[in-house]
């Protein structure tokens, strides 16, 4: 005799439930692919590169230059993490920058050349 006994409904908002989860993280993945994807260059000027030599100074720390592609992916809306890695900066950097983005006006700052 079989005397195991399962509710159906339960069984079914289980399901629901693991789905919806199923669902949150693939749109965190969404997510954070779109903040990891290149940023396309939308000006007249050159393009961004986060790794171009003309970023860094010798002792490895940016240079103007660099700071400002560094601003320009705030701009763009890209995370500390993101920016971190596409420039080869510890996140504590990244994150020093940022802070420094906002002081300086966020959005509103006044951009540099990065001719």
Do not use: Q
Not at 52 to 72: A, H, I, M
Not at 94 to 113: C, D, M, V, Y
């Amino acid at each position: 005799m079989n005397t195991n006994h399962y509710d159906p409904k339960a069984v079914g908002e289980a399901i629901d439930n693991i789905t919806a989860g199923l669902e949150r993280v693939m749109t965190g993945f969404a997510n954070l692919k779109s903040l990891l994807a290149p940023v396309p260059d939308t000006s007249d000027g050159p393009e961004i590169d986060p790794r171009d030599p003309r970023n860094k100074l010798e002792n490895g720390k940016l240079s103007d230059r660099g700071v400002e592609v560094c601003y320009r992916l705030f701009d763009a809306g890209k995370s500390r993490y993101a920016i971190g890695a596409e420039m080869e900066i510890s996140f504590g950097a990244a994150t020093h920058r940022f802070e420094a983005w906002k002081k300086a006006g966020g959005l509103n700052r006044e951009k540099l050349s990065l001719a």
